[in-house]
């Protein structure tokens, strides 16, 4: 068997028993980490944290990757460019802060691996054009969220397989590194030729893609580490763009065997219940994979401790459905209303408990007091950004406590320890309508689409005399799933 997806063979093998001939890509989560897609659901600048990342290339083949960075309040992009991983290469970088907390987010890469449009060694400004109206001439009017540099300081990014490079092609000669038998000292010959030897030199992509990322503060010790999340089976077909363009993205899922649309995804229910369906579009198809009707995780702030808590949760296919700007045919579900006045607001639910069993009556999010109704509703439980940080405490602050995220709301916790559940399904019923299974069953998955990690740190002043030490631990949201219809996986 190749090194492709286990994942992508236990679903065929699934497949197969059931009866589906022609089984080919159709996307799906992978719990193994390896993919095509990578999502990488949070970075930070802010509290002097850097944000440092790796993406590694298992294949025996070279690929063609198209990397971006989106700010957190409407997934608007911020900076991207093309990347060439030769076979088995890795690719790292770091996000820092250009200046002080007035100033924006930045690149940089000492990496061998070939870029095409930004340069290893010098770092690269994150850009607000996206947002500002710059690029308005080309489809990316301004949003009426923040339009200062500062938007860019946190946000969640993502990498794209565009196609894998023909192996003794031109291409693979360019970017492939001459090793000089010392570690880490091998670098391509000519990474400048990439870009106009990349067409036709590209074949539809196989997976074999895993990435990880790490928030750090070195001056106080904190390290947050998590996986990317790994979608695989996202395409059948090359996807190569040049830099600079909102191709290749979420949108673009597709394979070449679904019959009642143009995107099959592969979702298992309750019970490890496998569920087949179709949609007219490859948005939907992602969204799909990436459906919660409730997180789950845990939480603990004991003040003894120095404790804190919080919660990511990033909605990666959200501004294809809320940003109307950028694109105007959205429809809203399985969201709720277009991005606008700064925030696309979606109600949920929320339930705290200790570890005994007790329950928070009622549990709701906090506002700092006087709150105001037009940005805090009334302490409604709502979640308003693309990337939404939860921080666990009974005290108003101005910024979450272990992320110091702008893009924070504050939950209150029963006790010091616990777990909480969000709803996602809400008050408003979020669903995801329009998926068909290959026997022509329509089907609607219920919540919405998510990715995240709890973040908890503690501080402990007196590990030695005089020494101050901090523990650091991040936990990937726990999360269930639904579906209506008559399909035997959604019973």
Not at 13 to 22: D, K
Not at 26 to 54: C, E, R, W
Not at 120 to 144: E, R
């Amino acid at each position: 068997m190749k090194r492709n997806s286990l994942t992508t063979a236990v679903v065929a093998g699934i497949a197969g028993v059931a009866g589906f001939a022609g089984l080919a890509n159709a996307v799906d989560l992978n719990p193994d980490g390896l993919g095509q897609v990578l999502i990488y659901p949070y970075y930070t600048v802010n509290k002097s944290q850097d944000t440092q990342f790796s993406v590694v290339n298992t294949a025996d083949v070279g690929k063609a990757v198209k990397v971006r960075f989106l700010e957190g309040y409407n997934s608007r992009e911020v900076l991207d460019f093309n990347l060439y991983l030769s076979a088995h290469d890795v690719w790292t970088g770091v996000i820092s802060t250009v200046g002080d907390d007035t100033t924006g987010a930045q690149l940089l890469t000492r990496d061998h691996s070939c870029l095409d449009g930004i340069q290893s060694g010098t770092p690269q400004p994150f850009l607000p054009y996206g947002y500002d109206g710059t690029l308005a001439n080309y489809g990316q009017p301004a949003d009426d969220g923040p339009q200062d540099i500062t938007r860019t300081r946190e946000g969640y990014f993502e990498m794209i397989s565009m196609g894998d490079i023909v192996p003794g092609s031109a291409l693979e000669a360019d970017i492939t590194h001459v090793q000089t038998g010392t570690p880490n000292e091998g670098v391509p010959p000519d990474c400048g030729s990439a870009q106009g030897d990349t067409p036709g030199n590209l074949v539809p992509p196989t997976g074999g893609l895993f990435g990880g990322a790490a928030i750090v503060d070195v001056g106080v010790g904190t390290f947050f580490s998590f996986n990317a999340e790994a979608l695989d089976g996202f395409t059948s077909t090359v996807l190569y763009s040049l830099p600079q363009q909102l191709t290749p993205s979420l949108q673009q899922a597709n394979d070449t065997v679904a019959t009642n649309g143009v995107a099959r995804a592969y979702v298992f229910e309750a019970g490890g219940t496998l569920l087949t369906a179709d949609y007219a579009n490859g948005r939907d198809a992602v969204s799909a994979v990436l459906m919660a009707d409730t997180l789950y995780n845990e939480y603990f702030v004991d003040p003894n401790l120095g404790a804190s808590s919080d919660w990511v949760i990033t909605f990666p296919t959200k501004r294809f459905y809320v940003d109307q700007d950028v694109y105007p045919g959205a429809t809203i579900p399985p969201f709720e209303v277009p991005f606008a006045g700064g925030t696309s607001n979606v109600t949920i639910g929320t339930a705290v408990y200790d570890q005994e069993e007790g329950a928070a009556t009622p549990s709701t999010f906090n506002c700092p007091s006087p709150f105001n109704p037009a940005t805090c509703l009334a302490q409604s439980p709502i979640l308003p950004y693309e990337v939404n940080v939860v921080s666990f405490t009974n005290t108003a602050s101005a910024t979450s406590t272990v992320f110091g995220s702008n893009l924070h709301k504050e939950l209150s916790t029963y006790g010091n320890a616990g777990w909480a559940s969000l709803d996602l399904i809400g008050p408003n019923a979020h669903a995801l309508p329009g998926g068909t299974t290959p026997a022509g069953v329509a089907v609607s998955l219920s919540g919405l689409p998510a990715v995240g990690f709890y973040a908890n740190n503690v501080i402990n002043a007196n590990a030695q005399p005089g020494l101050l030490a901090n523990y650091s631990g991040v936990y990937r949201h726990r999360a269930s799933r639904s579906c209506t219809g008559a399909d035997p996986a959604c019973s």
